[in-house]
């Protein structure tokens, strides 16, 4: 069998270096989400997440994220004998992951370990041992076609180290010379920081609430969100790539040429080369002849002089509805059009640039 290493460096999630090896302890991973298989869960741990084992295995591979001597966190007892004296196995259930494929990579790993550690059958224990929790949920109910029992007896009958052990040694931690893990690190190293999810949406002012999340989930194709681990990388980076490309894309309209054009025209304003031209002049904007960078700089200043004239007018977009209902008008669209009209404020409709125009009319009246 094959062990690539993709070795975690700090020790900040375990409980130290001392582990004597004296029992294993199978988990899965409870990540039924595609894709979630053993390098999902061995970035998971790359970029540090809070919990850690030592291996994970699915129907392809075995990746080792700790030295065997380490004390991982993931069994629920504490400073126990689970946490510290065992090693830990996280056999992964995604739902494109051959289960029992991945049983088999599972044990020949665990036999491989009972021998270089010298662990009897015995204290080969599921999580359930120490902490009472239903783990690991399939071997122990036999959902998938095999049972704990079965597993304990292919453990008995594997081959006692026949097979040779490949080693392939750890690929993230050595540097940037390999391309493939560390390509996939920058990503996720902010993903993983303390369950950034939730951190990267409050940071960019999204409803990070659960529910949201779920529903955001169902809209990236990830089924059964159940908030775990490895689902909120696949949303996070999901989110990310999308919210990437928007920003981008609102900045780019921004600079446009023609948007000040469409700018001006949303704000109910005449956009035509002469009043533009003259805008541009009231704004010191010289020789103004529609350049690209004209129509930034005086979009801009179009913008700023909007909200700075803003407050000093009064003037909120909709007020023009409440200042008629004070003074008991008739505040309705038809009525407004008709006074609009009168004030000689053609093709009314109702922008709020148009507004603003017709309640200083009004006012003045
Ligand atoms: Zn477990």
Redo the contacts with the bound molecule.
């Keep these: 069998m094959t062990i690539k290493q993709q070795l975690v460096s700090t020790r900040s999630n375990t409980y130290g270096e001392s582990n004597p090896c004296n029992y294993i302890t199978i988990?899965?991973t409870a990540n039924y989400s595609k894709g979630a298989g053993a390098q999902v869960h061995a970035n998971l741990q790359s970029n540090g997440y809070s919990a850690s084992w030592h291996y994970q295995v699915d129907d392809k591979a075995v990746i080792q994220s700790f030295p065997d001597n380490v004390q991982c966190w993931?069994a629920g007892d504490g400073r126990g004998k689970g946490n510290l004296e065992s090693i830990a196995i996280e056999i992964c259930v995604n739902l494109d992951s051959d289960f029992k494929k991945a049983v088999e990579n599972a044990v020949e790993l665990v036999k491989n370990l009972m021998i270089k550690h010298n662990i009897p059958l015995n204290k080969v224990v599921q999580?359930n041992h120490w902490s009472g929790?239903d783990?690991?949920h399939n071997l122990r109910n036999g959902y998938k076609g095999v049972n704990w029992n079965t597993f304990i007896d292919f453990v008995k009958r594997a081959p006692n180290g026949n097979k040779p052990v490949t080693v392939m040694p750890s690929t993230t931690e050595k540097g940037p010379a390999q391309s493939k893990p560390s390509a996939s690190k920058p990503i996720q190293t902010t993903t993983m920081k303390s369950e950034s999810i939730v951190d990267w949406m409050k940071a960019n002012k999204m409803d990070s609430s659960y529910a949201n999340r779920a529903t955001l989930a169902a809209q990236q194709g990830i089924k059964d969100y159940k908030g775990t681990a490895a689902q909120n990388i696949t949303l996070l980076s999901k989110l990310k790539k999308e919210y990437k490309p928007k920003t981008t894309t609102s900045k780019s309209e921004t600079i446009k040429s023609g948007s000040v054009v469409d700018y001006m025209n949303s704000e109910g304003m005449n956009s035509s080369f002469a009043n533009r031209k003259k805008l541009a002049g009231q704004y010191g904007i010289k020789n103004y002849s529609g350049t690209a960078a004209q129509n930034i700089t005086l979009l801009n200043k179009l913008k700023n002089s909007k909200s700075v004239s803003k407050p000093k007018n009064e003037v909120k977009t909709n007020s023009i509805v409440d200042w008629m209902k004070t003074n008991h008008m008739d505040s309705s669209y038809t009525n407004r059009a008709k006074l609009a009209q009168k004030y000689g404020i053609s093709g009314y409709k109702g922008t709020a640039a148009q507004n603003i125009v017709l309640l200083n009319k009004l006012k003045d009246k």
Excluded: A, F, S, T
């Design positions: 988990h899965e993931h999580h929790k783990c690991p």
